[in-house]
């Protein structure tokens, strides 16, 4: 069967609050324990959600819900190194909720980052994606993303091994 795709759904974007904590770890635990998106291997309790917001030390952070204020994804960008002299490079990392997938969430998710993230003298985002998750790594090649280096086999998950892809776009 196959599924069907909605294009453009209409979701609204604010900053991750507290108020988003349950459905985010919610939805960031799905992809731990049915995919090799997260790389952990067990749920993260609900108060790893302040982890969350500490890692992206004041850069942006987004959160996408449809019209009837349900998570449909979120986003974040966190220094890659916590040094002034890399100060102008931010990791990403997001998640789309998986009934939400293929309808630009992701997409605008993102572009609203770089927009946010020029204003904070961001100019180069980082991406560490499971070697093993080709739709995040179709995206972001899609998104002007390049393969930039590769760590072979450095993941283990319930008993896989994997590498991390690292891509890069400079903005």
Same mark, same amino acid.
């Not at 995919?35 to 982890?51: G, I, K, Q, V």
């Given at each position: 069967m196959r599924k069907e795709i909605r294009r453009g759904m209409d979701a609204h974007l604010s900053l991750i609050t507290p108020a988003d904590a349950r459905s985010v770890i919610d939805l960031f635990n799905h992809y731990a324990m049915h995919?090799? !998106? !997260? %790389? &952990?291997?067990? &749920? =993260? &309790?609900? !108060? %790893? %959600? +302040?982890?969350f917001l500490e890692m992206a030390r004041g850069l942006p952070t987004v959160a996408a819900k449809d019209a009837e204020g349900r998570l449909r994804g979120f986003a974040l960008l966190r220094p890659h190194i916590p040094w002034p002299t890399s100060s102008y490079v931010a990791e990403i990392a997001y998640f789309v909720a998986p009934d939400s997938t293929g309808q630009g969430i992701g997409t605008k998710m =993102? !572009? +609203?980052l770089e927009t946010q993230a020029k204003t904070h003298g961001i100019k180069t985002i980082l991406a560490s994606i499971a070697s093993l998750n080709e739709m995040s790594l179709a995206f972001h090649r899609k998104h002007g993303f390049a393969e930039v280096g590769r760590f072979r086999n450095v993941v283990i998950k319930r008993g896989t091994p994997f590498d991390t892809v690292w891509m890069q776009k400079d903005l």
């Open positions: 995919s090799f !998106a !997260a %790389f &952990p291997e067990n &749920p =993260l &309790p609900h !108060a %790893f %959600f +302040d982890r =993102l !572009a +609203d």
